[in-house]
Structures are given as structure tokens and as C-alpha cells.
């Protein structure tokens, strides 16, 4: 793909790609970054992939390094090439951070010979390396208010995975069941790229049918991490890059909560903020072209002390054994238990999930529950599509739970009001929401609104129970690492060795804690990510004197 405002320059690129590239890919020209979203969007939707982007840098309206920003949204695998003239290799530069621009181009590139084909020929052969997704892409066909149906399209958006949506009751969505032979009483069928059907597959079938993989392909690993999120991922990477056979495994999809995220502004070296789908997608490639194996859809229920070995038990039954696991499972969003909201949830009511049901809430009212960071970034996200977004907080202001940059960006939206002092009582609707029930928690009073959307983020808990009696854990089931563990300066009950745990390490030997999980743990990507790849170098240390 390439893109240039100027139409001599952009059909010369075009041409010069074309005769040497032409036979084994198709060039596509833009002559804006506006027409060129529409065509990556459009082959993104057919399936079709996309290997290198050539953008020149000054355009009028979107500039190059913000046209190739929004279209690693799409094609975050994409190889990045800006063209600037000799005067713009500043804004080149800062490019880097921005976009992680694979090269800069200066014009002209005459001769292509010398100038642009060794560049080009060296990113079309790390693309071609890298392993990718078919390219047909999955259709799945369901209903918008069915619950497994929203469940599917968030594991497919959260694994990266193109799919195009089809309502049961369209035309198209019919002709797709007739052809899959569905009768439509369960929802969603997916059909896979080869063709096949699946009708409401579990996540673990999905996973297997898009390629993703599940099984470990040894017994035993120098390191187990459990958990797919910033710290896990950090910690994959830092354990493969360092020569450790690393297996990270993970409950649904990796990303964890950051995953979730539309923009996280506050991570080092992305000033212009990142969405958690790109950080992911890259730490994704990053662990992997390393060696780290990546299983999806594999629930860990179960860890065991056998002797030196530590043994990680799957929801299956199935397990596999390591020297030291790194446990890095995160927080999981509370569920609010106000009457109705259990029956909708699915159907109007989403606990964390704003990114995949965005779309649908186009024009429409939305409420949002909570208080902090998350609540507020979906609020920004979610003014962009919908007629308003209301957020309900129980606290008599945000400024206690939320920073600052996020309230003062809020105030500056139109369509975005808080209510504080709220909380909803209630929730009913029959197919999906209709109606929810708010409770002034100053006066007592209570109102009905009307309301088909209501999206909760009212804090999180680790969900260690399949813990208990192995690893120490504090009384809301964070687990306790490092000094954290000694009491009265006593080592842990059980704990065997000379000398005291290791920062963060658990009462179990060689079974560490990073990110979220960890009690007292900041609750920020940036200090998921360093723990988890602090806990590689404690995991080195462990094993030098095993
Ligand atoms: C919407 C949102 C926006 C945010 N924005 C920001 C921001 O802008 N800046 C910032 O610094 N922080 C932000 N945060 C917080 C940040 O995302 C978290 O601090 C960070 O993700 C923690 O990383 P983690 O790897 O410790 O855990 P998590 O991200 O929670 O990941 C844990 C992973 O472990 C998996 N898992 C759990 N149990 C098991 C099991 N038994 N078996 C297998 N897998 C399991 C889960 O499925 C999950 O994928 C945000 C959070 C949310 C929800």
C-alpha cells in the first residue's frame, strides 16, 4: 500500500513497486490517508493482508505519521515506511516512537535499485518469516443480543482475529446458516475461513480453528508463566530472550485487563498513547520470535510441589511441570449484584468490554458505571460513537479516584455528564436491557431511566482460590511475595531453605508473583511489565542454585 497526496509521486512509487514486486503482490495506491483507511478497511474485512505501508509524511490533513498510526489498527503487522523529504527527518525520527516506523525513505529514491528495493526486500522477507493468520477471514453469524454471540466476537477481537459480523435474521446472515446447514436456534455459528462450521463453540474450539495454540509441545519448561497480561507477557519475553524454554499460558485471550484498554496514555515511550490491542499484538510477536510458547484458552486450576519440579494442573486435567512458574494472573472486573443485571448481562449489561460492542452504539445513550482510570477512558472512547454517556459514580467526585488528565479531558467532552452520589439499584429488560433503576445515595431517591446500554468497571479481584493451602495469600486473595511474606521477621510457615524469599517470590520456592496479582502491586502497566520481567531475573537466580 502506498499513499502520497501528490499524484506524480504517488504513481511513481507505485510504478517502481510494481515492476520489481508486482508479480507476487498486489500494489495498492492512496492518494490520502483517508482514502487509504477505507481501502486497508475494506481488505481487511475481505481477508486480504497487508505486508508493507509506504506513506509519505506531509499530507494535507492527516499526515503520514498519523495515517500510519490509525492503520496499525488494522494491519498491526504491517511493515511502516515514511517518506519524507531531507527536511522532515526530524519528524521521521519521532516517528520511531510513535508508529515503531520499520524505516524512513528519503526523496527521491532514485535509484530504486539502490535506494528502495534493498529496504523493501529486506521487510518483505521479516514479514514473510513471521508467522501469520490465514488469510480468508472468519465470518460468524449470531445475534446482537445474544450473550454467547457478544462472548465470541470479544475472544476474536481480543486475539487479533479479523472476522466479519453477520445478524442471524439479515439476508446475508440466513443465506450463511442455510449454507452451513444451521437451523438458527443456536447462536453464533462461526464458519472458519476453510469453510467449516461451528455452532457455539466453546473458546478452546475457536482457538483450535483459528490457529491459535493450545497444547504445550514438551513436559517440562524451565518456566511456566500463568497469565497472559502485561506482566506475563513481560515476562515471556524477558524469559525466552534469555534463553529459558518458556510456556505462558493463558485463561481466554492475551492482554489481560491492558488488553481491554481503547488508549493507555501513561505507558513509557508512547507519548501519544498506545490501545492495548497494539501492545498487545506486538508483545504477542515479540515473546514468540523469541521462542516463548503461547497457549490460549487454557485455564490453570491447580499447582503442585513435586520434589524440585513445580506442576501447573489445566482445567482439562491435563498438566505440565517446570522448574519455576511465574504466576501473573491479574484482577478480574467485581460483578455488581443488583436485581436484573445478572439476566442481562450480554444483552446491554458488559463488564469491562467497550471495545468490540462500540460499534453498536452508534447514536445511542449509554451509562457507565465507576469511578476510575478505566471507567473514564471508556467514557472518552465511547462519546466517539454514542448520542451521550452518563457516568454513574457512587463517590461524591471523580477527583479521589481518577487522574487528572482523564477529568479534564471528560469536561471538554459535550456528550459525556457524571452523576455522582448514583448507584443503580436495578436492571430489567426481556431480550435486552430497557430499563435501569438509579439510587441517589444522598436523598434516597430513586429514578427509571430509560437505558439499552450499561457498561461496569467497579473494581477487580484476583481470583487465587485455586491457591488456597499452596501459596500465601492475603485476606482479598492478592498473593504475598518477598519481605511482604516474613512476619516479625520469621521466614513463612513451611519455607525449608537458609535464606528468605526472594522479592518476588511466593512461600513456595521457585513459584514467583508479578503485576496485578502480586499484593500491594501498583495496578499499572508499566509496573506489570517490570515485575514480570524482575521475576525472570529472581527466576535465574533461583535456578543457579537449585
Ligand atoms: C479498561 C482498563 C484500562 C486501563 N488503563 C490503564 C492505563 O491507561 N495505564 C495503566 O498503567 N494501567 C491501566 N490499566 C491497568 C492495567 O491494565 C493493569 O494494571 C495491567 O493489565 C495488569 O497486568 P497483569 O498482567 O498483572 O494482569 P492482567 O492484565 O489482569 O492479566 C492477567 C491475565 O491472566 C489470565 N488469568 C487469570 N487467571 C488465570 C488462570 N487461572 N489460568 C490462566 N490464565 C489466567 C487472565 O485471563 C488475564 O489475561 C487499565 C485497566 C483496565 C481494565
Redesign the pocket.
Known amino acids: 500500500m502506498t499513499v502520497d497526496d501528490d499524484a506524480g509521486v504517488s504513481r511513481a512509487v507505485a510504478r517502481d513497486l510494481r515492476r520489481r514486486y508486482g508479480e507476487q503482490h498486489r500494489i495498492v495506491r492512496a492518494e490520502s490517508g483517508d482514502a487509504a483507511l477505507d481501502a486497508l478497511r475494506e481488505m481487511r474485512l475481505r481477508g486480504d493482508e497487508v505486508a508493507v505501508i509506504v506513506a509519505d509524511y506531509r499530507m494535507p490533513g492527516m499526515n503520514g505519521i498519523e495515517f500510519l498510526e490509525r492503520a496499525m489498527d488494522l494491519y498491526p503487522a504491517a511493515r511502516r515506511v515514511l517518506l519524507t523529504a531531507y527536511a522532515d527527518t526530524g519528524a521521521a525520527i519521532d516517528a520511531i516512537n510513535v508508529v515503531d516506523l520499520d524505516h524512513y525513505l528519503l526523496k527521491p529514491w532514485d535509484p530504486p535499485e539502490e535506494k528502495l528495493y534493498p529496504v523493501l526486500d529486506e521487510l518483505l522477507s521479516k514479514w514473510r518469516e513471521e508467522e501469520r493468520r490465514p488469510v480468508h477471514v472468519t465470518k460468524v453469524v449470531g445475534h446482537r443480543w445474544s450473550a454467547r454471540s457478544s462472548e465470541v466476537r470479544e475472544f476474536l477481537a481480543r486475539n487479533q482475529i479479523a472476522y466479519r459480523w453477520f445478524e442471524s435474521e439479515a439476508p446475508d446472515g440466513q443465506r450463511l446458516m442455510q449454507a452451513a446447514g444451521a437451523d438458527g436456534l443456536r447462536l453464533p455459528v462461526v464458519i472458519t475461513p476453510d469453510g467449516d462450521a461451528l455452532v457455539e463453540p466453546t473458546d478452546a474450539e475457536l482457538a483450535s480453528c483459528v490457529g491459535l495454540a493450545t497444547t504445550p509441545s514438551k513436559d517440562f519448561y524451565d518456566l511456566i508463566v500463568?497469565?497472559?497480561?502485561?506482566?506475563?507477557?513481560?515476562a515471556a519475553v524477558y524469559g525466552a530472550s534469555e534463553g529459558l524454554r518458556t510456556v505462558l499460558?493463558?485463561?481466554?485471550?492475551?492482554?489481560?485487563?491492558?488488553?481491554?484498554?481503547?488508549?493507555?496514555?501513561?505507558?513509557l515511550g508512547f507519548p501519544d498513547?498506545v490501545s492495548?490491542a497494539q501492545l498487545t499484538e506486538r508483545a504477542r510477536r515479540q515473546a514468540t520470535k523469541f521462542g516463548a510458547e503461547l497457549l490460549t484458552t487454557?485455564?490453570?486450576?491447580g499447582l503442585d510441589v513435586n520434589g524440585s519440579a513445580r506442576t501447573v494442573r489445566?482445567?482439562d486435567g491435563g498438566t505440565i511441570d517446570a522448574h519455576t512458574v511465574i504466576l501473573?494472573?491479574?484482577?478480574?472486573?467485581r460483578q455488581l449484584g443488583a436485581p436484573g443485571l445478572g439476566e442481562m448481562t450480554g444483552r446491554g449489561v458488559y463488564y469491562?468490554s467497550?471495545l468490540t460492542e462500540a460499534a453498536a452504539c452508534l447514536g445511542q445513550d449509554i451509562y457507565i458505571v465507576g469511578g476510575a482510570?478505566?471507567?473514564g477512558?471508556?467514557a472518552v472512547f465511547l462519546s466517539r460513537h454514542a448520542r451521550s454517556v452518563t457516568i454513574l459514580c457512587r463517590g461524591v467526585s471523580l477527583e479521589r479516584s481518577m487522574?487528572y488528565y482523564l477529568i479534564q479531558q471528560i469536561r471538554q467532552i459535550g456528550n459525556i455528564s457524571v452523576r455522582t452520589c448514583t448507584e443503580v439499584i436495578a436492571a430489567e429488560g426481556s431480550d435486552h436491557l430497557e430499563n435501569l433503576t438509579l439510587r441517589d445515595t444522598s436523598t434516597g431517591a430513586t429514578e427509571t431511566v430509560g437505558a439499552q446500554w450499561l457498561f461496569l468497571?467497579i473494581g477487580?479481584a484476583?481470583?487465587?482460590d485455586?491457591l488456597d493451602g499452596v501459596v500465601d495469600r492475603d485476606a482479598r486473595g492478592f498473593v504475598v511475595a518477598g519481605p511482604d511474606l516474613s512476619v516479625d521477621g520469621d521466614r513463612p510457615r513451611g519455607w525449608e531453605l537458609d535464606r528468605a524469599p526472594y522479592h518476588l517470590e511466593t512461600s513456595v520456592p521457585g513459584v514467583f508473583v508479578?503485576?496485578?496479582?502480586?499484593a500491594e502491586?501498583?495496578?499499572?502497566?508499566?509496573?506489570?511489565?517490570g515485575?514480570?520481567a524482575m521475576a525472570v531475573m529472581l527466576v535465574h537466580r533461583y535456578l543457579e542454585k537449585l
Open positions: 500463568i497469565g497472559g497480561g502485561p506482566a506475563g507477557l513481560g499460558v493463558e485463561r481466554t485471550a492475551t492482554g489481560g485487563q491492558a488488553g481491554q484498554s481503547s488508549r493507555i496514555e501513561n505507558y498513547g492495548g487454557r485455564d490453570v486450576v489445566f482445567a501473573a494472573t491479574g484482577v478480574s472486573y469491562g467497550t482510570n478505566s471507567a477512558q471508556a487522574s468497571f477487580a484476583p481470583l487465587t485455586w508479578a503485576g496485578d496479582a502480586r502491586s501498583a495496578k499499572r502497566v508499566a509496573s506489570a511489565v515485575e514480570g
